[in-house]
């Protein structure tokens, strides 16, 4: 047998995982403390920063600099707030800046590399951990920790074992397997006595109940705004943004903020049976959010009276002596009707969601004055049904994790084991989208790896 099968590594810090917290946490060590300790990263995956390089759409948005009321979730929203004390989106930009990383800012305070390139960061990250002798141990993953003494002895699946005087957890949470996600540090946490609370999808498109009606719409994207409200009354803030209707259901950064209140209810079992068919809850759209209901159904009153005047005067010359009614509609009255319906949706949304619209509310069957009432309040109140959410595979986050009560908000050690820290997703912290996510990895682990530092230093 191999005498260095079982070989122990004596270190001083060990950081679990190679995302954006876990490579935050090393330099904050490295660079932000001057730790001159050993420090080793170990990521399961074959190559570190998975999740980074595939950010924003390959772009990766980086952090949002507009205000973070509101912007976090979780049991205790502001356990965010020692860490982004540490380093906060300007404070990022300018650390980035000095590695060599030059920046951009949209006009939604979203902040980019300037190369609009998820591999530019990497590069970045990589270099700078390079510059203080570090490097992430890839292929190697962590089967289980015990605390013993003043320090922890950790197994390794390439059948190695490390002692640590403190242990760094930045493994994430199982959202976007494909890049790596799983629960194997949320289970080791548990292991050294820490609380659970069970991770769900959040940040991932949902599945509406089928609709061959809306299936037309596939493809259309729009504004709006929204609310998810559960089968037993629960109601979520609303969310305004850009949908996207798509052959499952609906997907876009807007519809995506509501799916952790979606994945609450469909982790309760809540079943309600809406327009569409079974599903957790329903979807309510506002179309036109900055107009009134009556100011609504006034316009459209006068749009579809100039249209069907329009109209009226060119098949006047055909037939002058057609008798045109409201009240009594002929076939051909029906037809120019619709025709006219679709050109007043049209003008207020895409014109294939306008005709789902119609369809799936009925309301080419409406006459008299009576009808842009309820096509106003389709416009403003079109409810959709949901079946859940497309789960782990298709989720950019997770909600839920390691009970932050449990850990200190200043240093973001543990209270129940000294010597251990987490940061970034493991912990149950979630945010929006827009940077908020990136922005509490990379601040977290920051924080992280100087505490774990300072830690060291004092110990």
């Not at 020692?82 to 902040?111: M, N, P, Y």
């Not at 900055?290 to 006068?302: F, V």
Request: with cysteine; glycine share 10%; net charge neutral.
């Amino acid at each position: 047998m191999n005498k260095n099968l079982h070989a122990v590594q004596e270190i001083d810090m060990l950081i679990i995982g190679g995302g954006a917290s876990g490579i935050l946490a090393a330099l904050g060590a490295a660079y932000g403390s001057n730790f001159t300790g050993s420090i080793v990263i170990v990521e399961k995956e074959s190559r570190p920063l998975r999740k980074v390089l595939a950010s924003g759409n390959g772009r990766c948005n980086l952090a949002n600099m507009s205000e973070l009321e509101g912007r976090y979730h979780g049991t205790d929203p502001l356990f965010v707030k020692g860490a982004l004390r540490r380093l906060s989106a300007s404070d990022l930009i300018e650390l980035l800046g000095r590695w060599g990383l030059k920046t951009r800012v949209d006009h939604a305070q979203r902040v980019y590399p300037r190369s609009m390139q998820s591999s530019s960061v990497s590069l970045i990250l990589l270099r700078a951990l390079a510059r203080y002798g570090l490097s992430v141990r890839t292929e190697t993953e962590v089967l289980s920790i015990e605390k013993a003494d003043d320090c922890f002895l950790v197994s390794l699946s390439d059948g190695t074992s490390i002692q640590a005087r403190a242990v760094i957890m930045a493994a994430g949470s199982p959202a976007s397997p494909q890049l790596g996600g799983s629960s194997s540090g949320l289970s080791i946490l548990q292991s050294l006595g820490h609380t659970i609370l069970k991770p769900i999808p959040a940040l991932v498109p949902l599945n509406l109940t089928k609709s061959d009606i809306l299936k037309g719409a596939e493809g259309v994207r729009f504004l709006g705004n929204a609310y998810f409200e559960s089968s037993i009354g629960g109601r979520s803030p609303t969310v305004e943004g850009e949908f996207l209707v798509t052959s499952y259901g609906l997907s876009g950064i807007a519809s995506m903020e509501l799916a952790r209140h979606v994945s609450k209810a469909q982790e309760r079992g809540h079943a309600v049976h809406g327009k569409q068919g079974e599903g957790v809850g329903k979807i309510v759209i506002d179309f036109l959010p900055e107009i009134g209901l009556k100011e609504l159904e006034s316009h459209l009153a006068s749009s579809l009276c100039a249209v069907s005047v329009n109209r009226s005067r060119n098949h006047a010359r055909h037939d002058s002596r057609r008798l045109r009614t409201e009240t009594s509609p002929s076939s051909s009255d029906d037809k120019e009707d619709a025709v006219n319906l679709n050109v007043l949706l049209a003008g207020v949304v895409p014109e294939k969601l306008g005709r789902a619209i119609i369809a799936m509310n009925k309301l080419d069957r409406l006459h008299g004055p009576k009808r842009f009432a309820r096509i106003a309040e389709a416009l403003k109140k079109f409810e959709l049904t949901v079946e859940g959410t497309r789960g782990f595979e298709f989720a950019q986050i997770s909600t839920g994790g390691a009970v932050t009560a449990e850990f200190n908000a200043g240093t973001l050690m543990s209270e129940k084991v000294p010597g251990l820290f987490a940061c970034g997703e493991i912990l149950d912290i979630d945010g929006d989208t827009g940077g908020y996510n990136l922005l509490w990895a990379f601040s977290s682990g920051y924080q992280a790896g100087i505490s774990a530092a300072c830690y060291l230093a004092d110990d």
